[in-house]
DNA sequence: CATGAATGAGCGTTCATTCAT
DNA sequence: CATGAATGAACGCTCATTCAT
């Protein structure tokens, strides 16, 4: 009950939100969104019941407020590659690739309660910061793929939807699926940041390799 | 309240269990596990509040009696599948991703169901399940990769588990995404059938390709 | 669940009934009568639960068919013996005792239910029942009290209710703590039987002590 | 729905705990624990039907509430008396009936459930709170009639476990029979404390009467 | 007198939220 | 911005009973 970090008076409220927005996260992703009750959250994060209420105005906003958090980074990512010049559409690809793999493996909580979220469609503020990210997704690569293309460098024809799905779905497959992955390699006594490190690899290698098939490109 | 289509008492109690399945099967696709009552099961299905305790003795086994139905028949296939020894490796991935793709698109509902249980991992019953159809799909593709390479058509070094995640993650990412996808490529004026059709179409095509780089056969 | 003794449509009816009522009794007896449910009496009777409420009415009935049957053999004894103009007083008192404590240890089960229904005083129908049975005890032991005074071998002023309340009470404290009784004598290796015996033996010996003080006679 | 006294906002959490537990306390001896609903408690008292799990967990926990209360004072009250040197066995034993007595019938409504608790044995913590209490009764007990007997007041060869049945039975019938004690010796018109006085009484004088036979000590 | 299916009412409990301080 | 107390609504589930056969 009694937390010392959190007790005094020092810490500054945009600390406390951040605290409790990474407790939810943390409860979220482990129990969903329905099971997790707001005391559960509020006894995880060491604080009253009521703040929530009052940091959030509720569940639900805090919910938001998660994604709005979390989808910022993300965000700034997508827009600095877009409009990076100097990069070769080679080059873009790989890069996207990577950076959309770390930061999943580095928010896969988060990653798990995005999931949930795009299979319900519940909360409609939240679909939209989805929609916002995807599109961001599609208009980075279908830009990238067209400068390719003029280049000849990559194939016509191709599916943006199809390229992107696949690129989503192997990280999200094995995301969810990171504990039959390490038990079917037999590397279930790797530590946590070993795996991840092991996934980061394997998966890189994978997804740069089935995307050249897909775009036609020539190292 | 009122339905005529089961009130008259010819009905078997299989078929109304078997309604009552499906109408729950709708409903936990579209608002999720948690947040579907057993009243909005009953009001929606029509029967009465307490048939769901009487007919499967709980919501969660409700649940779990669902996910024993509908994974029968994925089970069937699978092992007839492995069984088969007429057909070509390179056959046998074709038709592997075939029946995948075409469970998935004829069973919706059921797979944005298995989707978020995959993540949340609650019900152990249904965990159970879920990796035995794994584990199966892991059996059934290892003996064709295996197969494939003695008669030296597959590349050695194939990495099982990521090409199932990329298989089983494209299709996903799609099925969530449906909408996005019929709205990005500019047919959003089509059945649904009709859509599905083109999803499958061009799923199919894009992961046979990838398959091929995969692999690394050759027609 | 299946039973073969009455499975078959020999058994009388009259017998069905019996032996539903006695697995009733030893139901409402262990669980108390709120938490015994008609699935449970008839699950354990081995019959169709629709049987209960076609038998006896409703659970309620069932219950007072139960006292009806149970207090009929009581009713009969104290008339008897109330009617019995051989006996001295004091072997009537001698006998009365005696037939008391036999009826409840033979009938702990009915016992035990009686002392709850005794206390919550919920149905009219078994409370009337039980006064009847109150008042039975009490002329019979008033008449023989009034002879034994008339005959100078008892004292005057003898509290009829306070001397009944002595006698039912010990008895019962007894049938509800025959655990502690047989834990603090040391007597846990004894057989049911047994102890129901040594519990007689003491328990008569210690009510004719008292009640000779009560009534004051001489032997 | 709305009670006076108890609508201010001056009373403190305490108070309204004790004031839920003793509304309990008469619906249990009323209705009985199973019959007696939370709504029923929460409605009686004139709370919020939730509150009853705010305050004490369960309605179960609330049941155990009570008895630890009740019994706590009963605890208290045989200890002093066990470890008091200077009365007599004689004193201890006229102490020992009169404080049981009173007890009982200061809280009527405690004893009456716990006469059934007794009776069911269905909460584990409650029939180790009444095996507790029953011990120390024995225990109490057994230590002056130790005493009497050394100093050759009592006699040899006393069934601790007959005589406390003997003492606590009596008591008990009269608490459930008191009705039919004010009848049969023509007291209805009797005011409640009148009859209490009178019941006091009465069997003070029957059990110490009693107790000189069991014990054959001489005043 | 027999039965499997079905039902309305009500159960104890939990929930996100609000209110007085 | 903080908090313990409080609450209305709704939850999954069980119950004794009834109905059609």
Redesign the pocket.
């Known amino acids: 009950m009694f937390s010392f970090a959190y007790s005094n ?1 020092i810490m500054q ?1 945009s600390d ?1 939100k951040k605290h409790i927005l990474e407790t939810a996260e943390n409860l979220f992703a482990t129990k969903g969104y329905d099971a ?4 559960d959250i509020a006894d995880a994060a060491g ?8 940091y959030f105005g ?3 906003k805090m919910m938001e407020s998660l994604f709005h958090e979390r989808m910022r980074a993300a965000k700034l990512q997508v827009e600095q590659l877009l409009n990076n010049k100097a990069l070769t559409p080679f080059e873009k690809v790989e890069i996207f690739l990577d950076e959309y793999l770390n930061r999943v493996l580095s928010k896969q909580c988060f990653h798990r309660i995005m999931l949930v979220e795009q299979v319900m469609q519940k909360n409609t503020v939240i679909i939209n910061l989805m929609k916002e990210l995807k599109l961001g997704y599609a208009a980075l690569f279908m830009q990238l793929v067209k400068e390719g293309q003029k280049k000849k460098v990559f194939k016509k024809n191709v599916d943006i939807v199809l390229a992107l799905a696949t690129m989503t779905g192997t990280v999200t497959q094995l995301l969810i699926n990171k504990n039959y992955y390490a038990e079917f390699n037999k590397k279930m006594n790797l530590q946590e940041n070993e795996l991840n490190k092991l996934l980061y690899n394997n998966l890189t290698a994978h997804l740069k390799n089935i995307f050249k098939t897909i775009l036609g490109y020539e190292q």
């Not at 604080?47 to 009052?54: E, R, T």
């Open positions: 008076n409220v406390k997790s009750t707001v005391r604080v009253n019941l009521a703040m929530i209420s009052y509720s569940k639900e």
